[in-house]
């Protein structure tokens, strides 16, 4: 009799949270994300008319999977993506189509943050990592009027680009 070995409870190749994103245009998103952030398609699934059932791609060291949604989508995906130039990345999903929420922005943990505003509705957190500043120096940071200024900016820069609250009928 032959050991049994359990099954890892992560696949290869996966993290431990995968987002999905639900969309109207999975091809669109994917065309997008890999001329905005590299993306390397990995699967992609049609179930016929050119509606694609599953889809999946490589941002980086994460998997994102996608279908194409037989109903209506009105939330939009909310993702972070860390990057090396978050100036730079915002520039090229502005070329492949997408729309500035918030200019890149400076912020008193050291992270630079900026959004986009993909053509399908999804925003995306464009993030990268200035500085490790200690509890500190970052307590003291978030009280630099400059810092405040810019939280200020990057916080009401969202609310305009979040979809209205619908009413729920109960």
Do not use: C
């Amino acid at each position: 009799m032959t050991p049994q070995h359990p099954t890892p409870p992560i696949p290869d190749g996966y993290t431990t949270v995968t987002p999905w994103i639900v969309t109207r245009d999975t091809a669109g998103l994917i065309d997008f994300i890999t001329e905005a952030f590299g993306a390397e398609e990995l699967s992609r699934l049609d179930v016929g008319d050119g509606v694609i059932g599953h889809a999946e791609a490589r941002i980086g060291d994460s998997i994102v999977m996608m279908f194409d949604s037989p109903f209506s989508v009105e939330t939009p995906g909310l993702l972070r993506l860390f990057v090396d130039d978050a100036d730079a990345v915002v520039q090229r999903a502005v070329n492949a189509g997408a729309t500035v929420v918030t200019e890149p922005t400076e912020l008193f943990w050291g992270d630079k943050v900026g959004r986009v505003r993909d053509p399908l509705g999804n925003i995306w957190w464009i993030q990268q990592r200035l500085a490790e500043p200690s509890p500190d120096e970052i307590a003291r940071r978030a009280q630099d009027p400059k810092y405040a200024e810019a939280m200020t900016y990057v916080q009401s820069s969202l609310g305009s680009a979040l979809p209205a609250p619908r009413s729920v009928d109960v």
